[in-house]
T-cell receptor, first 114, second 115 residues
Framework: NAGVTQTPKFRILKIGQSMTLQCTQDMNHNYMYWYRQDPGMGLKLIYYSVGAGITDKGEVPNGYNVSRSTTEDFPLRLELAAPSQTSVYFC?????????????FGEGSWLTVV | DQQVKQNSPSLSVQEGRISILNCDYTNSMFDYFLWYKKYPAEGPTFLISISSIKDKNEDGRFTVFLNKSAKHLSLHIVPSQPGDSAVYFCAASARSGGSNYKLTFGKGTLLTVNP
């Protein structure tokens, strides 16, 4: 039972480099999310999507981009990596009906920008 | 402005005793509350939730209490076990007003259960 799968698990980037964090879910969930967690802080919403072809900004979208071409995939793009983007990134998904507000998280991607 | 506050960064309890984790919120539009548990190097996992139409929800050793007038909720774990040692996040959402999709998280409380 895969659930929400994120890759890579760990990555070190140099300032100015770009990369994409991949996220896929096999639960046919409509809603998908990207959160970041900084040390000692709660989870902050970066971007979310309510369905294929629809994305919107969360609390901290600057420096990131997303796309949602399929129900399953929700990649997060960092175009010009900055040290402030050093964080743990969590992808999550949620069913539109039945499960209320329960959000299911991936295992996280640890990103360091040096 | 933090809308969901967990004022205790850490809590240490003895195995077999009760653990009480607290959470306060400021947004009166919040009407659904959840607790997530997170082990190191893993994603948060859903633990228990409560709707604002209730004041208590129980699931095995875990009970969540909601006091709407005080904008306060708490998670009780009885009896506490060493495997409960983790970071616990309180989260809230407002089902009306178009914000049903978003969860607002607190900073988390690190629970340590000592054998």
């Amino acid at each position: 039972n895969a659930g929400v799968t994120q890759t890579p698990k760990f990555r070190i980037l140099k300032i100015g480099q770009s990369m994409t964090l991949q996220c896929t879910q096999d639960m046919n969930h409509n809603y998908m999310y990207w959160y970041r967690q900084d040390p000692g802080m709660g989870l902050k919403l970066i971007y979310y999507s309510v369905g294929a072809g629809i994305t919107d900004k969360g609390e901290v979208p600057n420096g990131y981009n997303v796309s949602r071409s399929t129900t399953e995939d929700f990649p997060l793009r960092l175009e010009l990596a900055a040290p402030s983007q050093t964080s743990v990134y969590f992808c999550a998904s949620r069913d539109l009906a039945g499960s209320g507000n329960t959000i299911y998280f991936g295992e996280g991607s640890w990103l360091t920008v040096v | 402005d933090q809308q969901v506050k967990q004022n205790s960064p850490s809590l240490s309890v003895q195995e077999g005793r009760i653990s009480i984790l607290n959470c306060d919120y400021t947004n009166s539009m919040f009407d659904y509350f959840l607790w997530y548990k997170k082990y190191p190097a893993e994603g948060p996992t859903f633990l228990i939730s409560i709707s604002s139409i209730k004041d208590k929800n129980e699931d095995g050793r875990f009970t969540v209490f909601l006091n709407k007038s005080a904008k306060h909720l708490s998670l009780h774990i009885v009896p506490s076990q060493p495997g409960d040692s983790a970071v616990y996040f309180c989260a809230a959402s407002a089902r009306s007003g178009g914000s049903n999709y978003k969860l607002t998280f607190g900073k988390g409380t690190l629970l340590t259960v000592n054998p």
